[in-house]
């Protein structure tokens, strides 16, 4: 890409026993492309390597132990440390190396968020017949029930300034995976369909098993969904990560 940005940016993953794909996923992010980069796991008390390996790859480690997909991004977009905000899967899933590119994107048309859709670029083997029919099931009913136009309404891969926050409206209630679509829903009716948009990427087969219950977690956000549209999703936790958090950029992290 030549130039350097003219930006900063972290990149969130959050873990979950992650250990087989941290390191993979961590060396797929390019360098030296931007002011400064933050690659910040927020970890959910993993109890493989995760956190460990994580370090060693020079990444930020903060240890986020109330459970949940939603809990660690709502810790994780509070205290990162720069402008801009990319989120991915610590599952070598989404495509790292297009992250300088999406983020110039940003940049040169002046977005305030996008969201990747993985639906229509997906490689083979990526998504089970099953979590494909339940993406469009879900997807559908968003845009069924809000009309705001999203392809991949459970996509985890987002690129937007971290200033979106300072309306509150725009910070995300729910601590478990409707997280995903709530944070695109509340993009498309707060900043509004010229400022955040969708764009597709390559989506590819997961490293390393999934903790996620496919039943369980589509129920959950199709509970979402309707209780959002009625206006009864409640918030169980506060914003933002607790002051007592290990962070090893405090240097309190404990050893795993
Ligand atoms: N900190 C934290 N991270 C979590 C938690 N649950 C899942 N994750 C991480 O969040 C990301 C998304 O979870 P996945 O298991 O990949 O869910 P998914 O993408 O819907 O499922 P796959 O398609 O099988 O990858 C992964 O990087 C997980 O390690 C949690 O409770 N806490
Ligand atoms: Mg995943």
């Keep these: 890409m030549g130039d350097i ?3 900063t940016v972290t990149i969130i993953l959050p873990t979950r026993n992650e250990e087989e794909a941290i390191e993979p996923t961590i060396d797929s992010i390019p360098t030296g492309w931007c002011k400064k980069l933050e ?20 990444a930020r480690v903060h240890l986020e132990d109330r459970r949940g ?12 440390s720069h402008d801009i905000i990319v989120t991915m899967d610590a ?4 495509p790292a190396e297009l ?10 048309e002046n977005l305030e968020y996008i969201t990747c859709d993985r639906l229509s670029l997906a490689e083979d083997g990526s998504m089970s017949g099953l979590h494909g ?9 968003a845009r069924l029930l809000f009309g705001y136009g999203i392809k991949d309404s459970q996509s985890g891969m987002w690129v937007f300034r971290k200033s979106i926050f300072e309306n509150s409206k725009m910070r995300p209630t729910n601590d478990g995976m409707p997280l995903s679509e709530e944070i695109k829903l509340l993009a498309r009716k707060h900043i509004g369909k010229e400022k955040a948009i969708e764009i597709s990427v390559p989506y590819r087969p997961r490293v ?8 369980g977690d589509g129920w959950k956000n199709f509970k979402f969904l309707f209780a959002k549209r009625i206006g009864l999703n409640r918030t169980k936790t506060p914003w933002g990560g607790r002051d ?3 962070d090893s950029m405090n240097k309190d992290l404990p050893e795993q």
């Design 5 to 7: 940005l003219p930006t």
């Design 208 to 215: 390393g098993d999934a903790e996620i219950h496919t039943w």
């Design 91 to 94: 599952d070598c899933t989404y």
């Design 99 to 108: 992250v300088p590119k999406l983020v110039k994107r940003l940049l040169d």
């Design 244 to 246: 007592s958090n290990p």
């Design 133 to 141: 029919f339940g993406n469009w099931a879900l997807s559908f009913t």
């Design 39 to 58: 690659i910040l796991v927020v970890d959910g008390n993993s109890s493989d390597k995760t956190r460990e390996l994580a370090l060693k790859k020079g």
């Design 69 to 80: 997909y939603g809990r660690a991004y709502r810790t994780g977009f509070d205290i990162a």
